[in-house]
């Protein structure tokens, strides 16, 4: 019986199937991630042209995730897949969103921004699930 | 997990390269709004569980983050790359347990987004690690 070497094949196989799970988590991650930073509070708009500048009434505490004022947070959190490094990244390109997660420097009379982190806390609230997407049998 | 803060602070200050690069001390949780630059604020973070069983073994992952502050990035790097060979290189000895294994979760450099009284820039250097530790049964 002849025998022939499969192994690039394998490996393709393998990947696409690395791939596939790496970028359900991704999604996963992602929409996890939206969810944690849509708790509502009431808001003020200021301005003439309505809409322009929103002020939250009820702001969240340092330390919890950040409630909505206008939900560009939420818009802008976003899953990138690189299938060539098998690589999912989630975040987003706002600098506030950074600024929330690690928080500022203190300035004196309560001034900078006391962390309240959104992004590290979906990754460690929803360990099993991301695992279980890359576990045998991984709904993706 | 109060015995590894201690035991990390107190490295921290011994630490006569960290103590040069931080001038402006080491403080846990938040600086104050009186302290000057550079200075390191250390964290605990809500840690990732371990990926294996660990109850029998009394093991547990505790995550920390090093923030430093500074006016000079090249500051906030030299300190962040030493905090890591610190406590990468020489764990820290607790009283009631063992560090068995230290790991980097990640590191990075960001601009804060307040400029300094004077307008100049401000650097943050961030370095998670995580510490798993061991804590000694009859402790």
Known sequence: ?140 | MIALIKAVRQDLMGDGVMAGLCTGGFHTGRAPDTATMPYLVLSRLNGFRPEYYTSDHQVEQVTMRFQTWSLAAETVLSATERVEKLFRTTWPSLDDGTVIYVSKESDGLELDPDPDDSGNDVWQGIIDLTFLVQRDPTA
């Open chain 1, 1 to 140: 019986m002849a025998m022939k070497w499969r192994g690039p094949e394998a490996v393709k196989l393998i990947n696409m199937e690395v791939g596939k799970r790496l970028d359900a988590a991704g999604r996963f991650v992602r929409d996890r991630a939206k969810e944690l930073v849509s708790r509502a509070q009431p808001v003020r708009i200021y301005g003439k042209k309505a809409g322009r500048s929103r002020k939250g009434l009820d702001p969240s505490r340092p330390g919890e995730p950040p409630k909505k004022v206008t939900g560009m947070l939420r818009m802008s959190i976003k899953k990138e897949f690189d299938r060539s490094i098998l690589t999912v990244r989630v975040g987003t390109n706002l600098a506030y969103g950074r600024y929330l997660e690690l928080g500022t420097r203190s300035r004196g009379k309560g001034k900078g921004l006391l962390k309240r982190p959104w992004l590290r806390p979906t990754l460690v609230n929803n360990q099993a699930e991301i695992r279980a997407r890359f576990g045998v049998g991984g709904k993706v």
